[in-house]
């Protein structure tokens, strides 16, 4: 799977449109772009995944580049509850295809 | 909503022991999985399982572990002979195929973790 580089931490106000950055350069065409979060301690929860067209869901936005290279979650208004590590995640679609975490974002979402 | 549920919470154990970890996966899924976190460190993968048989395992899941699925609905990870660096937070995942001939959306779904505390 392709390696990911994001960000170790980033703040966000509460309300406002929390846009978490991964870059993802050796992505390879048939690789899909996932995103996870885990709040604290918790099980990792699946946010959203996109292959190459951007991606909306009842909880983020998923924009990822022409060039596939890199991708952009954005919570559109985050609350505090969305503070977590997110984990952006770069894999094969087949049905047993493993999670490979590296260490994410640390999202503080401030009142 | 269909949920992945473990048992116990907690576990706490003496160096040596065995333990049995506890995972009801979501009832239609198919594919089985372990990771475990062990204190401020990364998510790792550990085993996953389908048809009733291990598909991959990690270089961690050495002869100490082992996994079955003992009835329909039970998925669980077994410890022989527990070490301290065992001490993490287990958690238990599953997802299922879309079936032949499109894309496989493989979105696993965690439970809320297992932690095993080795004394």
């Known amino acids: 799977d392709a390696k990911t580089t994001q960000p170790p931490s980033m703040d966000c106000a509460e309300g406002r449109a929390a846009n978490l950055p991964c870059n993802h350069s050796t992505i390879s065409g048939n690789e899909y772009v996932y995103w996870y979060r885990q709040i604290h301690s918790q099980g990792p929860q699946y946010i959203i995944h996109?292959?190459?067209n951007n991606e909306t869901n009842e909880m983020a936005s998923l924009i990822i580049t022409e060039d596939r290279k890199s991708s952009t979650l954005i919570l559109p208004h985050a609350t505090l509850r969305d503070t977590a590590v997110y984990y952006c995640i770069v894999r094969v679609a087949t049905g047993y295809s493993t999670l490979t975490f590296g260490k994410g974002t640390m999202l503080l979402v401030s009142p | 909503e269909p949920e992945v549920t473990q048992t116990p919470s907690h576990q706490v154990t003496q160096m040596g022991q065995e333990v049995i970890l506890r995972c009801v996966p979501i009832s239609n899924h198919l594919y089985f999985y372990w990771y475990r976190q062990i204190l401020g460190q990364k998510v790792e993968f550990l085993v996953s399982f389908y048809n009733n048989e291990i598909s991959e395992k990690s270089e961690i899941f050495d002869d100490q572990f082992s996994v079955e699925r003992p009835d329909g609905s039970n998925f669980t990870l077994k410890i022989r002979s527990t070490k301290l660096e065992d001490s993490a937070m287990y958690f238990c995942?599953?997802?299922?195929?879309?079936?032949?001939?499109?894309?496989?959306?493989?979105?696993?779904?965690f439970g809320p973790g297992t932690r095993l505390t080795v004394l």
């Open positions: 996109g292959l190459k």
């Open positions: 995942a599953s997802s299922v195929s879309s079936g032949a001939g499109g894309p496989v959306y493989n979105e696993q779904f």
